[in-house]
């Protein structure tokens, strides 16, 4: 089968690129903001609409990252999450856990309204649901957790889908957007009286001080107050949050389906090949399905067009429907459930941080947002101890375990890869590891037959990245890093490219 979508996200394809200025000279403000997604963009608006004067500063263009390529539902029903919550904090903290996110859903409905943003936001009904026994248990155990916590869920016995299931748990009033419209029009606001919006600046670094420095590749520096940083994962080591996540990349195919025949609500299946299926309004009056799902962790896994064509031929097969778009997605998933949200670090009071969104970072970016500005103006938040970013992390669960275990079977065992293969060996079309006078060498050999060649060693913390058929990339499998075959940063943590390398 050969893959029909175009390789883009379909947020990204239906705006209008944005143009705001690099960072070419130095700049004083009270709080820079590094990071253009949806956390990013709303942490500068609301620290602006409260007095504060902002720089938000992206490496590449507003949106154009994470949050440009999620499936954009704005959810508290996140599939199958309260009962683990009650499990590992108690009901207390997973009440907490409800109550923010439906606080988030609602602050974002209010931003939207107040604003007058035209980006498709739509209230919808959103469903977790089972196709077999053992998911209709989850989905049983989930109805009572999430209803002990006062959350206002239902079970249901069918869903508007063209499949049967076994059950489902429901979640009325819950919400999907067009981020990418929302984030453009967010930004276009920030602009002016002392504030800043920044594009094409990759920041290095941050010094902690009194002012803050924000470091660019540009050259020039911005000095705040405080600094936010919203890049996913942290660009900054300090605090460990590569050990305190795990980097999982999602794919996602869309076509065209007559409205008449397409679902209604927001869903997601459990259990292992779920999927996670939502609509959205075209400009041209029409209907786009989104399906989701195939996920797995990043540089883990070498066919990642076979992936791709699961889900083209999903959407086939289901609801007739011919892909029309293709693209992936990435995201950390804390190993709690919790994200991190707060000072970077118990020593730095001025650096804060966002991250650990574990795939629903529509909710979790406006939970951020409110918490952070509340901290940078002094105000008490109720949230605060719930997504502590310092506490105590925990290192000692399986999933901890397993994988901070694969990462140090990562970097000793990749090493070996390539060991007796020269770039001689690189099919046109093949991406390879190789080596060269001794060194590991990332080699892709496109088309024309034209040679590319970097260094197989990602700069982050030293680990050999793998190849991405189905994107052409080198994807770092130790803490999600990505790179263009050429060597350019797609993906942090690491805020340096791959290193060319000449092969004769």
Known sequence: MTLTGRPVSYWIDSTLPSSYPALSQDVTVDVAVVGGGLAGVMTAKLLKDAGKTVALIEADRIGAGVSGHTTAKIAALQQLLYAELIDKHGEEKAR????????????????????????????????????????????????????????PTSFVESVDLPFPVTGAIMMADEAQFHPRKFMLAIAATLPGNGSHVFEQTRVSTVEDETPCRVITDNGPTVIAQDVVITTNLPILDIGLYFAKTYPQRSYLAGGRIDASRAPQGMYIGVGKGYRSIRTTPTDDGGTLLIVGGEGHKVGSEEATDERFRRLESYLQENFG????????????????????????????????????????????????????????????????????????????????????????????????????????????????????????VAAYRDDSGKLHTVSAVCPHLGCIVAWNQAETSWDCPCHGSRFSCDGKILHGPAVKPLEQKVCD
Not at 358 to 371: D, P
């Open 96 to 151: 907490l856990a409800g109550e923010s996110n439906r606080a988030a859903i609602a602050r974002l409905a209010d931003l939207i309204a107040t604003e007058n943003i035209d980006c498709d936001f739509e209230r919808k009904a959103n469903y977790t649901f089972a196709t077999d026994a053992d998911g209709l248990a989850k989905v049983k155990a989930e109805v009572e957790a999430t209803q002990k916590l006062g959350l």
């Open 321 to 440: 429907v011919t892909a029309e778009y293709r693209w992936s997605s990435q995201d950390f998933v804390s190993f709690d459930k919790l994200p991190y949200i707060g000072a970077i670090t118990p020593a730095h009071q001025h650096t804060y941080v966002a991250t650990g969104f574990s795939l629903w970072g529509m909710a979790k970016s406006v939970i951020s947002a409110m918490m952070l500005t509340d901290r940078i103006l002094g105000r008490e938040h109720p949230w605060a101890d719930l997504y502590d970013s310092t506490r105590a992390t925990p290192f000692v669960t399986p999933t901890s375990i397993q994988q901070n275990l694969e990462v140090g079977a990562h970097w000793v065992g990749d090493r070996f890869k390539g060991l007796f293969d020269s770039t001689d060996s690189v099919a046109p079309g093949e991406g390879k590891l190789v080596t060269h006078q001794g060194g590991k």
